[in-house]
């Protein structure tokens, strides 16, 4: 089976970005567990004081958590896993069947990562950020 992928175009008009086309692929299996495992180690490691009943409640809200989470890992931790997440993008060219790697520049608008970034996450854990309960 196929690894999963979704297409993602950049819609808010306010954007640099506008217009643009993004395709998510999923990890590797090996690659996303070893991801999540130090994700989960950040998090856990940043956050002593935090309620980790949330382990018991359900995958959107543990997915809330950890999305959050990622922000409280110390940043020297963090840059290798935001990096693994951005190798999951590529632009998806005109086509609409081919994509390349990304380039500097291909990203513009700071809220357009934020966008890919959590496309990314739910691509990876099969469930969506911000899904309730």
Known sequence: MARRTKVVTIDSE???DHGKTFLIT???ADAAEWWAIRVTQGIVGSNPDADFDIFSGSLPRLANFAFVGLAKIPADQLKPLMDEMKACVSVLLP???TSRALLPGDVEDIMTWLELRKEVFEILTGFSVGGGE
Do not use: I, L, P
Request: hydrophobic residues 10%; charged residues 55%.
């Open 95 to 97: 086509d609409g069947k």
């Open 26 to 28: 999923e990890m590797s």
């Open 14 to 16: 306010k954007s640099r």
